[in-house]
């Protein structure tokens, strides 16, 4: 029997290392980045996926880690890493929306969001987290960016499709800065780190297709991003950032999307 679009998505997703670009190298890299943190911090992982960062955060740190996520199949499988690991009492899978993270004002000494901002947008994203830093807590994200004034048809034809609102780094600097931000650092992710997500996904991809051969198309549907980097790299990219919010300032939405002046 046929499977449906969506199930071939979760199929394709399943069991991956990770969900978006990222690798270990760049997590310690923006750890140091982000400075001194308490001896035992609690982490705020938002939008974990399957939880590897979560983990490596955990170990980095030596604190705890509060894995937010959706899609509980992700969640069963860090609870079952996390306890395999030794550090079940130090990571805690939470399933919940990241638009309204069930956690007090000032629970986190670090949050941490790889590849998930753009579901919330960059500005509301900032605007919504911000109460859960502690008063000298620190936010970590990663985000989809436009890396040149003008892209590919391609491109910008698929990441209007799917975050229309997707800005340049110079946009979001200082879409930041006056939502009462300080923009400590900004770090553009390697190749290595789109391949460490892309290259799973597409074994996974050429497996399914030798499973199920009468569904090719939704497959490449499946995988048409990998096609839209390959072709199309130069013309955007994940940039993190490293933010402390400035004290005395009260969040506000930001600019509108693309507006720099």
């Given amino acids: 029997m046929p499977l449906s679009p969506a199930d071939l998505f979760w199929a394709a997703h399943a069991d991956l290392p990770r969900e978006a670009p990222g690798s270990p190298a760049t997590l310690r890299l923006l750890l140091g980045l982000a400075g001194p943190l308490p001896e035992r911090p609690h982490v ?7 939880g590897t960062a979560s983990l490596l955060l955990a170990r980095e740190t030596g604190g705890t880690v ?6 509980g199949p992700f969640l069963d499988r860090l609870r079952d890493r996390a306890a395999a690991e030794g550090l079940g009492d130090r990571v805690r899978a939470l399933e919940a929306p990241m638009q309204d993270v069930p956690l007090p004002d000032g629970a986190a000494d670090l949050v941490w969001a790889e590849g998930s901002a753009y579901v919330m947008g960059f500005d509301a994203a900032l605007a919504g987290w911000r109460r859960l830093l502690a008063p000298d807590g620190v936010l970590v994200l ?3 960016e436009w890396t040149t004034p003008d892209p590919a048809p391609a491109a910008r034809a698929f990441w209007d499709a799917g975050y229309p609102a997707m800005r340049t780094t110079a946009d979001n600097v200082a879409a930041a800065q006056d939502a009462g931000w300080t923009v400590a650092a900004t770090y553009l992710l390697p190749d290595s780190d789109w391949a460490a997500y892309y290259d799973p996904l597409a074994a996974r ?8 051969p ?10 048409a991003e990998i096609g839209v980097r390959r072709e199309h790299g ?10 402390r919010p400035r004290h005395g ?7 509108p999307a693309g507006v720099t002046g």
């Fill in 44 to 50: 705020v992982d938002v939008g974990c996926g399957p």
């Fill in 66 to 71: 509060t894995a937010l996520d959706t899609h």
């Fill in 142 to 144: 990663t985000e989809a």
């Fill in 205 to 212: 991809i050429a497996a399914l297709r030798a499973e199920h």
């Fill in 214 to 223: 009468g569904q090719g198309a939704a497959l490449d549907e499946v995988g």
């Fill in 234 to 243: 130069g013309d955007y990219g994940y940039t993190a950032y490293v933010l």
């Fill in 249 to 255: 300032t009260r969040p506000f939405r930001g600019r």
